[in-house]
């Protein structure tokens, strides 16, 4: 069975995204292990070395957490998958490791994680995962921030700049 899957910046549209600091690597060729237990205990990678280790979202543990512990037992990739309890689970989220992460990753669908885990359980089946990935060369992108003559010095107008700050990642201080 050969399948092809969808990449959009559309994310209820998307049957994967990318994983922000994923490192990169030709993943045409692998084994892939299920990562029991959410992968939040040491215990629960001791047998991912050399493979793409397959790892549902959730549990008592960060993704980026998961990613150390596959750094630290030797996974060859990281696969997350969305745990599709809720109908806003199914789709594939963008995430975020830590910059230190040396392991190529990808946020799979609910959807293609369940395929992923069902095929893994059978003794015959072979997965060759074909990822084209894209490097675009860094460009330069400028803001404008204005101040009135006579207006107030406490207020400034920034056009094309975001300033918002989240737990996921904090805009003020990454444009």
């Known amino acids: 069975m050969n399948k092809t899957y969808t990449y959009s910046t559309n994310l209820a549209r998307s049957d994967f995204t990318y994983v922000n600091y994923s490192a990169s690597i030709d993943l045409t060729k692998f084994n892939l292990i299920i990562v ?3 992968g939040c205990d040491k215990l629960d990678w001791q ?9 549902v979202v959730g549990g008592t543990c960060t993704n980026a957490e998961k990613s150390e512990l596959a750094n630290i ?28 992460n040396k392991l190529p990753a990808l946020f ?17 089946v072979s997965i060759w995962l074909d990822v084209q990935r894209e490097n675009y060369s ?7 921030c204005a101040d009135t ?18 737990p996921a990642g904090p805009g003020i201080n990454d444009n």
């Open 149 to 166: 003559i006579d207006g107030n010095i406490n207020e400034t107008i920034i056009v094309g700049g975001h300033s918002d700050s989240v």
């Open 47 to 55: 047998n991912v070395a050399g493979r793409a280790a397959l790892v």
């Open 138 to 144: 860094s460009f330069t992108i400028e803001n404008v």
């Open 73 to 100: 037992y030797n996974a060859s990739a990281l696969l997350y998958y969305n745990h599709g309890l809720t109908t806003t689970s199914l789709a594939p989220v963008i995430v975020r490791l830590r910059q230190a």
């Open 36 to 38: 029991p237990n959410y």
């Open 108 to 124: 799979l669908s609910y959807a293609i994680g369940q395929e992923l885990v069902n095929a893994a359980n059978l003794s015959n």
